[in-house]
């Protein structure tokens, strides 16, 4: 896309920075998948989603450069600014992650072994006019209740040509003919939807041989990278949007662990180099690791306003104040109710309307449980990290024993 095309027009700076937020978390998303599934295709929807970003983050420094009227305002910018630059970073990294495959840089076909059996694959579908999909609703198609397979986004083309992005597809989002579905689902489901929306067979990759150990040591170091990298980056909007310190504080301890994993990664990809046929095709593992840690230190450079006690500018504040959604750390004390309960047991996000995205284990080794499940037992000390309406949070916090206020 040509910069040149992108002229100023007015523009709330919070939908802009929402935008750039989903299209940074999809960007993340579909560059690992493009990766684990070795597919090409999703690699090209990660160059197009980066181009979108050129022209959002173009469009996000003019609103800010009109919205400096003064010292004060240039100060209270400079994070958002870094906001801006930060998301540029990641687009760039998940473009070089994309190219390991469309240039086949190499990639040992252990990252594809390194996909639990029972894990959720992402697939892209190009939907035919007489599909049945067409012209029906995204609530009308009961697609998730019907085959456990979601659209997390959907790539248009416009009578002019020109394509548009929606990154957050509701149940109102009408599917029309030529529409491209990014879907996330398990192999069954997603056979059956890319059936019918494309007509054609849904033919799934070979599984591929078992790795060597050290090569399937450091393949688990750069998944383990990639998750804690995809958390960073949420908390750190996160703690943009909602002004939170505390969040900003937990992205400055998620960016310290991928820097010593890396340093594991290298070592196991190393070793491994010795024991493989042809070391070349060890090169895409590299480059990957390299991006992942670009990916985590963006996420710091996102949050180091907060960190640094930097006010949000006006613009900012205001849009927050719009929203009832709030990002939350929470400590859970040794008598609180919770302690010692799954969540599961406890279906916090039917009791309290909060979801809770990670949980951080302190002791001699930090632990993350990045996106916990029903399963998950909570212990006391553990560092709960939520999302959620502001009344869920203060629910949410007596539960946990670490009461707070979240303002109206």
Do not use: C
Not at 124 to 137: H, I
Not at 213 to 233: F, P, T, Y
Not at 292 to 308: F, N, P, Q
Request: proline share 4%; glycine share 8%.
């Amino acid at each position: 896309m040509d910069p040149g095309d992108v002229a100023y027009e007015p523009v709330s700076v919070k939908e802009l920075l929402s935008e750039m937020k989903d299209t940074s978390e999809l960007l993340i998303d579909l560059s690992y998948s493009a990766v684990l599934s070795g597919s090409d295709e999703v690699a090209e929807e990660v160059l197009a989603l980066e181009e979108r970003m050129d022209v959002l983050q173009l469009k996000a420094r003019m609103s800010l450069l009109m919205a400096a009227r003064s010292p004060e305002d240039a100060e209270a910018l400079a994070p958002v600014l870094g906001v801006v630059s930060a998301a540029e970073k990641i687009a760039n990294a998940a473009g070089d992650i994309a190219k390991i495959i469309l240039e086949d840089i190499g990639l040992p076909e252990a990252m594809r072994a390194a996909i639990p059996d029972a894990a959720e694959s992402l697939l892209r579908a190009r939907v035919r006019p007489d599909s049945s999909y067409v012209g029906r609703t995204l609530g009308a198609i009961n697609m998730e209740t019907e085959t456990g397979v979601r659209v997390i986004a959907i790539r248009r083309a416009s009578a002019t040509g020109k394509e548009s992005w929606n990154t957050h597809p509701g149940e109102e989002t009408e599917i029309n003919a030529d529409d491209v579905l990014l879907l996330r689902g398990f192999s069954e489901g997603l056979a059956e939807v890319y059936e019918t929306a494309t007509g054609q067979r849904y033919e799934p990759p070979e599984p591929p041989e078992q790795p060597i150990e050290d090569l399937e040591r450091a393949v688990d170091s750069i998944i383990l990278m990639k998750n804690m990298s995809e958390l960073a980056v949420d908390l750190a909007y996160g703690s943009v949007l909602f002004n939170s310190q505390g969040v900003a504080e937990e992205v400055a301890e998620l960016e310290a662990e991928v820097d010593a994993l890396k340093s594991r990664f290298e070592a196991w990809t190393l070793r491994a180099a010795s024991r493989v046929d042809d070391p070349v095709r060890l090169r895409g593992l590299v480059h990957l690791g390299s991006a992942t840690e670009v990916i985590s230190d963006a996420a710091l450079e996102l949050s180091e306003g907060v960190l640094r006690g930097l006010t949000a500018h006006p613009v900012v504040a205001a849009a927050v104040e719009e929203s009832d959604e709030v990002i939350v750390r929470l400590t859970v004390a040794g008598d609180a109710d919770i302690t010692g309960q799954t969540l599961g047991d406890l279906q916090l996000k039917t009791e309290t309307g909060m979801r809770v995205i990670a949980v951080r284990r302190p002791g001699e080794e930090t632990e993350w449980v990045v996106s916990p499940g029903a399963g998950t037992a909570l212990q006391a000390g553990d560092v709960l990290i939520a999302k959620g309406t502001r009344a869920g949070a203060e629910r949410l916090s007596e539960l946990a024993g670490d009461p707070q206020e979240f303002e109206e």
